[in-house]
């Protein structure tokens, strides 16, 4: 008898470890995104890059995080005046002359017009940490007031103004990801679909707070160190340096870097699948070795099989029709899971690899 109930667990176990996974497996969602700058030739440079890669079919669209201080002339700056600041104060620079804010919006539609998103940066990159629902009303309304009248306000010809509406800005990144309670009651009240002020663990799949998406930047280890960062370059800056440029580390930083990346790819396309979060600036941070890093990551990845690097938007409607059910299994991992991809022309990548410190 103990023979036949011993025979009868191992069959029972062996029924039960292969039981049908719950969902099919999902694709592996990339969503790399950029915060605002003026100089329309670091713009450029990534949209050329984007068109490389979509030469022979779509690979990678992109999320830009724009802030309204671009699209107001200096001439203009008594036009904005950001919660409890002096009228026409900002913390970074207004848009330049008028010409220069009409070539701004011209690349701005056409990046629209290209499939890529136009995202919210806020206004005058103040820091938002201790700002109330007042406080961030009033800055979104300036938001929307500086792209809904921008023609008039730099006296700009009929049919230069934006391809799109504030409706059609859903996604919203703080400066210097400084957020507050009274940020998610605005943007729900508001009617945007979601935030990545936020950070959380890597293979974390996104939750809907308040009505919105946290689409949050991952904690992730530092290549070659038992240290972590941010999945964003500014924060890599300060890991690797302290944020002060070293020439002589340049290589090392920017090999660090996209080991980083591909690290944090490899364990979530072979583990949950939860999406990769990746945030830069337009800065040449480290004399360029993070842009190069980026480039590498995406060429790497995108394109690969089972993979779409997508805007944010995009990403909120895929998570929006995911069904309650489905999405949790999705954040355990039940489904087929997938062997580690193999990176063309790349050399292996491991948690040893890289520029240690």
């Not at 026409?88 to 330049?96: K, L, P, T, V």
């Not at 070539?103 to 136009?118: K, P, Q, S, T, W």
């Not at 360029?288 to 690097?309: D, H, M």
């Not at 050399?347 to 040893?352: K, L, N, P, S």
Request: charged share 20%; hydrophobic share 40%; glycine share 8%.
């Amino acid at each position: 008898m103990r023979a036949l109930l011993a025979l009868a667990g191992v069959v029972f176990g062996l029924a039960y470890s292969q039981a049908a996974p719950a969902v099919e497996r999902p694709p592996q969602f990339v969503a790399i995104a950029f915060d605002n700058c003026t100089e329309l030739e670091r713009w450029q440079d990534w949209a050329d890059f984007a068109a490389e890669l979509n030469r022979d079919g779509e690979r990678v669209r992109f999320t830009f995080f724009v802030s309204g201080i671009n699209f107001l002339s200096n001439a203009k700056k008594h036009l904005y005046q950001g919660p409890s600041q002096s009228r026409g104060a900002s913390r970074i620079n207004f848009g330049g002359s008028v010409d220069d804010v009409r070539r701004r919006v011209a690349f701005m539609n056409a990046l629209y017009r290209d499939g890529h998103e136009i995202a919210s940066h806020a206004v005058g990159h103040f820091d938002g940490r201790n700002w109330g629902t007042a406080a961030w009303t009033s800055e979104f309304n300036s938001f929307d007031g500086l792209l809904d009248n921008v023609v008039r306000n730099n006296e700009l010809s009929s049919g230069e103004g934006f391809a799109f509406t504030p409706k059609d800005i859903v996604g919203f990144r703080a400066p210097y990801l400084a957020h507050s309670p009274g940020l998610y009651a605005t943007l729900a009240e508001r009617g945007f679909r979601y935030d990545t002020s936020g950070t959380m663990l890597a293979q974390k799949w996104p939750e809907k707070r308040d009505g919105i998406w946290r689409f949050n930047l991952a904690e992730i280890k530092l290549a070659g160190s038992g240290r972590a960062t941010l999945s964003m370059d500014y924060n890599f800056l300060v890991a690797q340096s302290g944020a002060a440029p070293i020439a002589s580390r340049r290589e090392q930083f920017r090999q660090q870097m996209l080991d980083s990346y591909l690290n944090y790819f490899r364990a979530n396309y072979a583990g949950n699948r939860a999406p990769i979060h990746i945030g830069h600036h337009f800065s040449d941070y480290q004399n360029g070795a993070y842009r190069e890093a980026l480039k590498a990551f995406a060429r790497s990845v995108c394109g690969l099989p089972e993979v779409q690097c997508v805007t944010y938007k995009t990403l909120a409607d895929v998570m929006d029709k995911l069904q309650p059910d489905t999405l949790a299994a999705y954040r355990k991992g039940d489904f087929p899971r997938a062997s580690e991809p193999a990176f063309a022309g790349m050399a292996a990548v491991t948690e040893t690899s890289g520029a240690g410190q």
